[in-house]
């Protein structure tokens, strides 16, 4: 398992997500797109109630949407705030950020297949 996440340098940025400006993006961004955008490519809308599968999310806690920076910032503080943002549900997150983590690279396809991160080996 990576430690990524609990590292010092997580620890200067995680202030970041209680800033107003941040807050303020996130919102707006959430009530543009409230949608799950993984969720969405497989048929289901997921307004963050559902599980992977489309049945009800059954934990209360998991109930929300993530905004999500789909460059990971990694402490740069202008992708922060200036990078492109996501919808995910909270599963998704878990699936996106754990594999970027331990690969250090994204999965994610494109809709012909091919690896939309420039950081996969398939690009680089
Ligand atoms: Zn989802």
């Not at 950020?97 to 091919?114: A, H, I, T």
Request: charged content about 30%; some cysteine.
């Amino acid at each position: 398992m990576a430690d990524y996440g609990r590292s010092q340098e997580a620890q200067a940025y995680r202030k970041w997500y209680k800033t107003a400006r941040w807050r303020r993006r996130r919102a707006d961004h959430l009530a543009e797109n409230p949608l799950c955008v993984m969720c969405s490519k497989v048929g289901i809308l997921n307004d963050g109630s559902k599980k992977l599968d489309g049945s009800p999310q059954p934990h209360k806690r998991r109930r929300f949407l993530v905004c999500d920076h789909i460059q990971p910032h990694r402490g740069d503080e202008y992708l922060f705030y200036f990078g492109d943002v996501q919808t995910l549900c909270p599963d998704h997150h878990d699936i996106v950020k754990q594999r970027e983590e331990q690969r250090g690279y994204s999965s994610e396809v494109d809709e012909s297949g091919w690896p939309v991160d420039p950081n996969h080996p398939a690009n680089r």
